[in-house]
Nanobody
């Protein structure tokens, strides 16, 4: 059974940094990508960043480009999201995902974690 477990969320001030981690176990062998989405109250789940594990290609949502960095450790089946210069509108629940492609569409991902809350105070 697949399990994705996120950690690293918390309450920070605007301008601070946080590093999220996600450990994946039991995902299918064709899960070539891992990524992060976020969701705020009343909003749809938004693509934040994606990583193609074998090639190391990375993709970012427009709102986080230049501030967030996704990386992975294949040996540990772990993906990270380094978030710098956090802003109040970065607040939300951050979800880790795994799937066959690094798509901006949530429906394209097969596995999801339970999420970790990030709150950024202005």
């Amino acid at each position: 059974q697949a399990l994705l477990v996120e950690s690293g969320g918390g309450l920070v001030q605007a301008g601070d940094s946080l590093r999220l981690s996600c450990v994946a176990t039991g995902v299918a062998s064709n899960s070539a990508a891992m990524g992060w989405f976020r969701q705020s109250p009343g909003k749809e789940r938004e693509f934040v960043a994606g990583l193609r594990k074998s090639l190391g290609n990375t993709y970012y949502g427009d709102s986080v480009k230049g501030r967030f960095t996704i990386s992975g450790d294949n040996a540990k089946s772990t993906v990270y999201l380094q978030m710098n210069d956090l802003k109040s509108n970065d607040t939300g629940i951050y979800y880790c995902a795994a799937g066959p492609i690094a798509s901006i569409y949530a429906v394209s991902w097969d596995y999801w974690g339970q999420g970790t809350l990030v709150t950024v105070k202005a």
